[in-house]
């Protein structure tokens, strides 16, 4: 059936799909519906007509477009079109039919001949899956996947013809016979039509410049006439500044004009100083090609060329930090140490006695810009300060790039921290590191009193003389004061009833000064254990412990992933616990990252859980339940998984998960009593009572409709639902909570009462997520399938035997539900 499909109503759109089209005013935001299915036009009459007036619709008439192929559209709400796609073609399929259907909601401020062609797109990748449906309804804010990828189609479509109207490109020669790789092949245009053009693009094959015209090795006659005065290469790479890059490219490259905009990822032309930033995107084909080979030397040697040339084009500003990882670290490609890098495109920093040069400055002041989004520094922006500082000790001269703002002095002390860690730890000290120290630490004790004085909506009347007196007691004291007067979030209290113990203090939050703060405190404790940042430290653990772990972890940390590397993450939990922070809280800490990132160390992590007794578990997960819920409850999975006989709190959330669910879905929830309804569904869940019993109870208060892992309205902060399911031992159990999220009765009516007959499906898609989730566990727990394959596995990964295998598993499952 797939083979048979043409795509002849794309191009062009036909008649009277456009006819349709243009009755659309600019308030409507029809569903526009692709039916690809080869039943007779009666039957798909006849199922039309039954899921339209099921689901309240107002819907046209089809539209054959050609075999097997028909256009409709709908006016309905999201919920609705969902429901009228999904059961259009059950009904087809149920009757031995094939059938697709792609439904794209058009928005009106858009054009309908754009959105028809969109719909046709996503028509021939449905044909393409073994998905019944698509839809792209952006009234469905909770699973829109937006039209992007269709904006982008149409922008390349238009470069594309924009590309074949253009003049032939002229084909690059051949280096001596050799093979040229397709990605430098593009770029030839580019570069030969470059000043000194030929010169650059044999440097770039050879590493020979030419000379007076000639190469040191043979010239051809016609380039040597060109020349009458002597050219060096690094004259012809110096004139490369006065080259306007993107209309260059317009005029003698069209397909690299078409990737360049493709690249930078703006609808507009970009200005020339924002190239350089996606220079990055824009050599990716290439560098992926001539790096791939560590020992290629060549093409290696080729790219650099290449690199060199639009270094230079750029008037040698410092290249993007990326480049930096792709040539240096990152062992796939890596082809310079760092030595050779800083020298090949890095211009010298001037040194000057007692002050420093303009470029430095410029690094100084970037490096201030990146830690004012203190939430995403990492390793990166640590080798950063250790490589400009390093080149030039007169910039531990704080005065000479300090800032007058407040906030960013206190991004300069963190600066003068790492710099004074840098010094303790390379044994180096002079009238400069003094200075330097003196200025941090003063600055920060400053700091830290007034911001922590600030974010309490009452004065702390303890704080400062235990901060600052060197005295041991009343730690205890000045804690319960400070959570009792800092501001925090006001759901708080709402929090607390769905399990969330970490109250949200504002002083942390995830974008304010106190972070930097933290970390300043940590690297100048390293330098000297100074009292005060322990204290600072120890006081922020006993608050709010997981968000100062973060706070002094970002150095170590690769962005807004785990750590940069496993030495790292070792460095600093040993300097933590030598500091005296808990091993609950650092694992607590490592789990969060682990679950998020770090895949391969979560085993570790479970059996060392394990292996604590249960006064130490205790401690464990005091610590642990102060992680996000969705850390929490997949750590307590994992648990279960390798470790199904240990007790974890996680069971004790199941009715904090019933009560939230029965909440985002209860049909009016200012007249439905949410905890009836949740201790119903709990009965019903414990086999206390029947399915069927259970709707009759509730179907009139609840809107089927909203269920889904989560629901749209369930709470973030809440318990996880999945793995609720997978932690039950119960058997049964598992399957009413698939009966509740996935079946209905259908009621028949009669003039003195309701009877319900045996329950359907009415949600497949949620029903097969589930039976997939609940296949793989019972894979672990027979043994047939490793810890680290569950946490990545999907369907698409099982051999022949293993998707039989799922089907038969899947088959049986659904007769279970249905029959339970």
Known sequence: MIDSMSASPLHPIPEAVKTVLKQFNSYDDPCLVLLYCDATQDVIDAAYQQVVEQNHCEASNWLYLEQNLRFCHLFCNYQNANFVAHDLTDILTRQGYQAKLSLFRHNCIGHAEDTYRWNVTQLLALLETTDPVAINDFCDTHHW?????????????????????????????????????????????FIVHLPQGEMLWHYVLTGEPMLNGKTELNAEPELTEKYDAPLTLEACLLDLDSVLVVLHAKRHSPGFYRHLLRSCHDGSVPPQHEILANLTDILRPLYQVLLSAPHDCQNQQRFLRVLDIFFHLFDQQDLPKK??????????????????FERRYTLPMETQDNAISPRTQ??????????DNFYSCDHEDYQEIERVFGANRHAYNYSLWQRDDEEQQTLCRLIGAILLSQDHDAGRANDDTDTLLQWVSEGLYQDVYKQIEHDCRHQPKQLKAWLFGGNNDGFAAVVDELKSKLKYDMARDFHATIGVIQTKYHLFSSIGIFRPMLATCYWLYKVNQDDVAKRVILLSMA?????????????????????AAPELRN?????????????????????????????????TLVHRYAEQDQDAREQWNLAINKLSSYARDYFYLNVHRLHPELNTPLRDFRPIVVREIMSAVAKDKHDVDINTLSDSTLRFLDGEMSFDQYQHLTHHQVDRKQFD????????????????????????????WIQWFCCKSTPRKFSWTNLFRRHTTHNKKLQTVFLEEMFFEQFVHEGNLSFIDRQTIELDDLTSEGLECWQDYQRHMTRKIKRQ
């Open 145 to 189: 996947q937006g039209i992007n990828q269709y904006v982008e189609a149409d922008r390349e479509a238009r470069l594309v013809a924009e590309e074949q109207n253009a003049e032939e490109e002229t084909p690059p020669p051949e280096a001596h016979g050799e093979h040229i790789a397709a990605p430098l092949k593009q770029l030839f245009p």
């Open 543 to 563: 608050l709010a412990p997981q968000a100062t772990i973060d706070s002094m972890s970002r150095f170590y940390r690769k962005s807004f992933r785990g750590f």
């Open 362 to 371: 410029k690094h100084i002041d970037q490096i201030i810009d990146s830690l």
């Open 709 to 736: 892992i989560p629901p749209y309205y369930y709470t973030k902060e809440a318990p996880k639902i999945l793995p609720q399911i997978l932690v039950e031992p119960d058997p049964a159990t598992q399957l009413r």
């Open 323 to 340: 480049w930096r990882q792709i040539l240096v670290k990152d062992e796939a490609t890596a082809c310079l140490s760092a030595s050779e």
């Open 571 to 603: 460095t600093f939990f040993t300097a933590l616990h030598d500091m005296g922070i808990s091993e609950a809280d650092l694992s607590a800490f490592h789990i969060s990252i682990a679950i998020e990132y770090e895949e391969s160390e979560l085993e």
